[in-house]
Every structure is written in C-alpha cells, then in structure tokens.
C-alpha cells in the first residue's frame, strides 16, 4: 500500500496521529473543515481579546511531555507552563468556598479541618489512585480496543473489583461531608458520566487533579496546538483549512479518495479525527461500522453552554479556576443524563484566565470563561443562552461579592446547535461518549473500520475516552496500529 495518508479533522488526535505517521514514512495531509487547526481547541479573537474556545484545563503533564519525547523534544521547546496556586476555588454558596491548593498535602490538611477524620482517608485514596495511574497510563489507555486480552494483566485482574465499584461509593467512604463528596466526585465529569455510573478505577483523575495539580500554558491551550502544528510541520506534514471532507470513497474493501469541498485527495489511508458518527455518514451505508441506531443508544458525556467574555477591570476575589456547586450536584446529572432536560439549577464553571494571562485583554481590561452543563440534543438558541447567562451571574455575585453584568464590554455564546454545526458533534455532545462500564475499552467504538481495509478512527468517540490527554493518546493508538498492520 502507498504512503498518501489524509486526516480528517485537526482536533488533539489527529494532530498527534499526524505527527506520528508523517514520522513513520507517510506523507500526512490534514483536513480541517472550519478557518483554523485545532477542532474543540480552536482560538476566538475579538475586539483585543482573545479566548480558548473549548479545553481550559491542563492536567497529566506527564502525557504532553510523553508526546514530544517521542520525537526527542520537550514540552518547553514549544510552550512554557505555569502551576496555578491554588489550583481552583469550589464555591457551595455565600462566602462559602473551598480552596484546593496546588500541593497534596495542603489539600489533605483542607480536607481534615472541614471533617476530621477525612485526611488520613484521602491520603489512602490518593495513594490507591496514584497505583491506579500508573496502571492506567502504562499499561492500559495505550492499548488499542481490540481484544479483551488487552486488560488482563496481574495488575488488572488485582483491581477488577474497581471496576464492578463505583467513583461515588468510594468517595462515601472518605467523608460524609456533602461539599467533599462532591469536590472528589468532581473529575470524572471530565469522563462524561454520573459518578455512580463511573467505575472506581478512575478514581485515577482524583490523582491527576490533587497529585500532578492544575498547570497553564501561557497564551491559552491553543498554544498546545499551535506547538504540535510546528512539530508537524517540521516532520512533513501538510495542513489545509476550510476545506470540508463531504465524501470518502471506497472500491473493493478499500479507500480510494477522499472528497472536500474543493477536491478530490487519492488516499492509501484515511484516519478520521472528526466526530466518529459524523464519519460513517460519509461512507455509502453498507460500509459503516454502525447504523444510527447504535448512537441512540449510547451514553454521551454532556454538551454544554459556553460564554465568552470581556469585561472591564478585574475579578480579584476568584482564582483562574472556579467550580460554583451551590444548587443540588445530584439532580443536575438527572436533569442531564436521566431526564434529559434543561437543567433548572445548574451547576456551573467559571474561568478568569487573565487573571494569569495579561496577555489575553487590552489593558485595564479581563477575560472570562463560563461553561455550564447541559443534556445533549437540546434545540437552544441565543435567547435562551442569555437566560441561563443572567441566571449564573445573579449566582456569581451573590456567592463572591463580584459584579461582572455592568461591565462587560463583549460577549459571545455557544451551544448544543454550534457543537453541532462547528464539529459535526453527534447530538451536539461536547466531551464524547461518556467512561461508563459498558463503554470502556473494547467496549468503545473501534479504531477500525471493519468493512473497509484502510479507514481507521481516532479522538473522544474511540479509545481511550473523552479529554486532552486522552486524545494526544488517541492519535498514538491508531497511528501504532495502522504502522503494526504494514499498510
């Protein structure tokens, strides 16, 4: 087979799987349909400021260094990174908050003085956790979905009572402070899913967020890609924006083209990084892994609402991170993975990173993030994003003493309809399939198509799951398989 390899999509996976193959030998064009590299982690500039337009927190620095040692470079050869301190702030109400600091220790002392007893528990969680990720990161997330025999190790089969257990019945065993419990049940919404439905083994975020603490790239997460598009272009490869693939075209149990908007790409091998249901939607159907069918009923980590914001001043009493859990944890999941609905009471997050980042706004001027959760496939419009926007900042002030309504000077929202028209997001989901049981591992959808010889998948739908590391990881799985079959 030749070497012509088209990559559709220009999200964390198929950045790294474009690397790694143009490394191999191949010749590596990638495609991304929008006006810049970087899918989720696309930059918005506006009026002087400028905005991360999807992931805002870096966690595992171990996995981004991981990447570019693997071309015999360091993270710092392409973005200098900053250890916030504190990590973030976790707001239950009125002056009421919790400050998780940037070192275990610290946050193990803020755990006993809220409920003594609590520390040394999670000091023996952390640890449990800490095996966890070791486990995890390597010998299981690199591993490429195809058989079951990939998870049996001596390791594994210790902690298969980690995965018939649940993240929420362990942290019970912590603390019966509510405001804990759902600090420590906090991460796994990076995975997608109600905790009681996330099996224990990924207790491992917890070590990721109070072990490797809370870090920041200066000039925002879009620095992580603008590094890996200058470590790719050094290799080789060639990227093209605004151009959307609208057909992939097989013959005979193989890829032949690849169609855009503007031409046609002979392809030898296609890996696609764009939404993996999208995907089979540009193949005939008699070529598709999966019907529609199949995505019905799949468990979806949530969409979201997002605002950009530019605000005169400053915001001096909230740290770069802030999670407001005032209203009810437990019946926010319902209203988003059970009921499906609006949510009534929403939990929400707020980033203020030129707090950090002076760099972000004109002078005299600041930026914000605000992200709240939200059910999959809901038709919203702008109008109902300023309802729930009023609704948080009404929160904000009274939680923090902080006005911020009178102001701003810009703003921008996207919803569940943008995931959607931007990303071709499959019920406009804005994490991917959700880290339940029945959807880890093998269990996920598979990095290969299995009707046609060189289509292969990568990024949040397939193995390892949702989140930044987890797709630079992605993009090393399918790009180690594809090399391993020869083609």
Known sequence: MGNNVIIIGSGFSSLAAA?????????????EKNEQIGGRASILEEDGFKFD?????????????????????????????????????????????????????TIINTFEETDPGSGKKLEKFIKEAKKNYDVAMQELVYKP??????????????RLNLFVTNISSEVKKIT?????????????????????????????????????????????????VKGMVSLGKSLGVNYRVNEEVIAIKAENGNVKSVKTNLKDYNADIVVSGADYA??????????????????DKKTFAPSAFL???????????????????????KLHAEEIYDKKCLPGAPLFYANFPSKTDKSLAPKGMSTAFFLIPVAVDI?????????????????????????????????????????????????GNAYGLANTLLQTSILRPGIRNK??????????????????PPALISGKIVSDYILKQNL
């Open 307 to 329: 605002y950009y914001v530019g605000y005169t001043g400053d915001a001096e009493e909230l740290e770069h991170h802030n999670l407001f859990f005032d209203t009810d944890f």
């Open 145 to 158: 979905g195809i058989s079951i025999l990939e998870l049996v190790t001596s390791e594994t089969v210790s």
């Open 19 to 31: 690397c790694y193959l143009q490394k191999s030998g191949k010749n590596v064009t990638v495609l």
């Open 379 to 427: 038709d919203d419009n702008e109008q109902m994003h300023d309802r729930y926007f009023d609704l948080i900042m009404k929160r904000l002030e009274k939680c923090t003493g902080v006005t911020l309504k009178d102001r701003i000077v810009f703003k921008k929202s996207f919803g569940v309809n943008d995931f959607k028209t931007r990303y071709h997001s499959c019920k």
């Open 53 to 105: 337009m999807g992931p805002s927190w870096y966690w595992m620095p171990d996995i981004f260094e991981r990447f570019f040692n693997d071309f015999n470079k360091e993270v710092s050869d392409y973005y200098q990174l900053k250890k916030l301190s504190p990590a973030y702030n976790v707001y239950f109400g009125e002056n009421d908050f919790v400050t998780i600091a940037d070192k275990l220790d």
């Open 176 to 224: 019966k402070n509510k405001k804990l419990q759902s600090i420590l049940e906090f991460p796994v919404l990076f995975l997608g899913a109600k905790p009681e439905k996330t099996p224990a083994f990924y207790n491992f975020m917890n070590y990721a967020d109070f072990g490797g603490g809370t870090w920041y790239p200066e000039g925002g997460m879009n620095e992580i």
């Open 451 to 468: 009707k046609v010889n060189n289509l292969f998948y990568t990024g949040q739908l397939t193995v390892p799951g949702p989140g930044v």
């Open 278 to 295: 999208h995907t089979e939607t540009l193949l005939s159907s008699e070529l598709r892994n999966f019907k529609e069918e199949y995505w």
